[in-house]
């Protein structure tokens, strides 16, 4: 005949709901506003751009605004900065060579520092490699391009050469400022108030704008 044990039970022991660590005697500190980011794709259609700047307003303005009517708008964030570009830019007839760049400007207005002197340039003459740069700030934040800057700035930032057919990629770091007041944005189109939309810029002849319908350009 087999014996069973009895089960143990600890009868010293005591239930209680423990408490939550760490104790707060205070409500604690918190990030009010976060350090967002965002990449948009953006391409120039059938225009090429031979050499012109984008402004810290245009590069907000693709970031993104709230239409306020169907003709005016304001930026969706009042301070951003630049984390990285990239270039792709194909190659349409064969033996003949692409070249695309990208540059910080040299000398941006109504700052006390010069730009960087780095330029990232590619040419490509096959059809299976686009010519392809990608351009990002100092790591060590002595550069204003590192800087965190205003989106109702219009300073020119970053100079561009690309072909027709080019995508770019801009990686954002951005803040939505509840503690104040938004700043207008550009002129819109047809604009149903209330809607995000990015807002295509103009480079040179070409125009820059959200690689899909979906992300509302406009």
Request: charged residues 15%; glycine residues 6%; proline residues 7%.
């Amino acid at each position: 005949m087999k014996r069973t044990k009895a089960k143990k039970t600890n009868k010293k022991k005591l239930l209680y709901n423990s408490p939550q660590r760490p104790l707060y005697l205070a409500p604690p500190h918190y990030t009010i506003q976060e350090n967002r980011s965002w990449v948009i794709r953006c391409t120039n259609g059938a225009t090429a751009t031979l050499g012109a700047t984008a402004t810290l307003f245009q590069l907000a303005g693709m970031l993104g605004v709230i239409a306020t009517s169907a003709t005016t708008s304001s930026l969706i964030c009042d301070q951003f900065k630049i984390r990285r570009i990239c270039l792709w830019s194909p190659v349409t007839t064969a033996g003949t060579p692409v070249t695309n760049m990208l540059k910080w400007v040299d000398d941006p207005a109504s700052t006390v520092t010069s730009g960087p002197p780095k330029t990232q340039e590619d040419s490509s003459v096959s059809f299976d490699r686009p010519a392809y740069v990608c351009l990002t700030p100092p790591k060590d934040n002595s550069s204003v391009f590192s800087q965190w800057t205003d989106s109702s700035l219009t300073t020119a930032w970053i100079q561009v050469v690309a072909p027709a057919g080019s995508i770019m990629d801009i990686h954002y770091n951005f803040i939505l400022d509840d503690l104040g007041n938004t700043s207008a944005g550009p002129v819109l189109v047809a604009a149903t108030a209330g809607n995000i939309y990015h807002k295509s810029f103009t480079t040179g002849a070409a125009t820059w704008t959200t690689a899909l319908a979906q992300q509302n350009p406009i």
